[in-house]
């Protein structure tokens, strides 16, 4: 039976494979078009995702409408966005690698079902994870790369740009375009 993204939320909701699902208030699943062209995969919810159970709502995801409306012309019901680990770390720590293995299968079924022709990673983490290297964000972004049909361009994490690193939010700009390059022609 073809699962849909419902019956995965759900099994979310229950999942305990790992000890962050002891500290959540509850994860954060992903929201947007089943139909989107464009989905974001970002690394892990923070404090005001944790509380809502909505990714991408601080100050980040701010940003992100703002570069979705500027560079795309789309607001976020237009596009899918998601996270690599569904629960929040505590202290907003990095992710550990058996916590983003417990969460993987999710975010597979999520791209599966949503199909979208473009994927932008937001970070290291999700950069790393769907192009399999330990290779960082800095030297990724800037290029296309294919991931089962779909098209993946790296950015920084919004957060990056948020700390005022020089040129960050020009490139996330830069990637946003080719973005909209591929999907609109």
Do not use: W
């Amino acid at each position: 039976m073809t699962k849909t993204l419902d019956r995965i939320k759900q099994e979310v909701l229950g999942c305990t494979k790992c000890p962050l699902s002891e500290h959540r208030k509850q994860p954060v699943f992903g929201v947007g078009s089943i139909n989107a062209d464009l989905m974001f995969i970002g690394e892990a919810p923070g404090a005001e995702e944790d509380r809502t159970g909505l990714p991408f709502i601080g100050r980040s995801g701010k940003l992100l409408d703002t570069l979705l409306l500027e560079e795309l012309n789309m607001d976020r019901s237009m596009c899918y966005i998601s996270n690599i680990v569904k629960c929040r770390p505590p202290e907003n720590r990095d992710p550990k690698p058996e916590e983003i293995d417990s969460c993987r299968p999710y975010l597979k079924e999520q791209l599966g079902i949503i199909e979208p022709k473009v994927i932008i990673t937001l970070g290291n983490f999700a950069t790393r994870l769907l192009l399999e290297t330990k290779t960082g964000i800095t030297k990724l972004r800037g290029n296309i790369y294919e991931y089962s049909g779909s098209y993946l361009i790296p950015t920084f994490h919004p957060a990056a740009a948020l700390r005022g690193r020089k040129g960050v939010l020009e490139a996330m700009r830069t990637d946003f375009r080719k973005a909209k390059e591929i999907i609109y022609g």
